[in-house]
């Protein structure tokens, strides 16, 4: 399935729009994460656990997102927008992203 984030496809002619379709994540970040990406943040550089997380949750979402616009026939998805979100606070946090786009049959036509 076509994902994109334009809201068409150069060259393809959107014959069906079936509406928004949309997936969700939210992944818990442990403790033992959330330690060392806050000594990361004292000293610098880049937090590789919250990096890996964020790259699942964004899979899962977008997965999801797919899997909707798949059941209502549809063999692309124009339009996905990103959006990235934490949920809680201290110890808690908790990383969230959503996915949404327009689900819409493109021509089959090379």
Known sequence: ?????TPNV????ITKYFGIV??????GANIFKDFFAGIRDIVGGR?????EELRKAKDIALSEMMQQA????????????????TIGGG????LMVS???T????ENKI
């Open 1 to 5: 399935m076509l994902v994109t984030t």
């Open 10 to 13: 150069e060259g393809k002619k």
């Open 22 to 27: 949309s997936g969700e994540a939210i992944m």
């Open 47 to 51: 937090s590789a656990a919250y990096e």
């Open 70 to 85: 798949s059941a209502l026939g549809a063999n692309a998805v124009v339009g996905v927008d990103l959006d990235y979100e």
């Open 91 to 94: 110890t808690g946090n908790m």
């Open 99 to 101: 996915a949404s786009g």
């Open 103 to 106: 689900a819409v049959v493109l």
